[in-house]
Nanobody, 121 residues
Framework: QVQLVESGGGLVQAGGSLRLSCAAS????????MGWYRQAPGKQRELVAA???????KYVDSVKGRFTISRDTAKNTVYLQMNSLKPEDTAVYYC???????????????WGQGTQVTVAS
């Protein structure tokens, strides 16, 4: 019913920048919170950044001041601008969204397929 498609990952040198995008499509009535998670090899998935429908944001401490999350409500798209990248940012990045599907009354979480970000030292 709802699909999330990420783009923008890749290989970058330490200190470089990448911008991730995640577009939601399908039977969408509204989207509440949207967020970016990441999972590095051998580690648990962690929340990197989140943004509410009203635009409030939160970040994991390790990316504060370097990453910026934003969203385009009209396009059902969330972005993650990543600057000053470090090797420890290397992970698969997933977007997630709490979506109210048309003709339903409750939000359900949907996930993208993930995009690899590799930061070379």
């Amino acid at each position: 019913q709802v699909q999330l498609v990420e783009s923008g990952g890749g290989l970058v040198q330490a200190g470089g920048s990448l911008r991730l995008s995640c577009a939601a499509s399908g039977r969408i009535f509204s989207i509440n919170d949207m967020g970016w998670y990441r999972q590095a090899p051998g580690k648990q998935r962690e929340l990197v950044a989140a943004i509410t429908s009203g635009g409030s944001t939160k970040y994991v401490d390790s990316v504060k001041g370097r990453f910026t999350i934003s969203r385009d409500t009209a396009k059902n798209t969330v972005y993650l601008q990543m600057n000053s990248l470090k090797p420890e940012d290397t992970a698969v990045y997933y977007c997630a969204a709490d979506v109210v599907v048309i003709l339903t009354s409750t939000a359900k979480s949907y996930w993208g397929q993930g995009t690899q970000v590799t930061v070379a030292s």
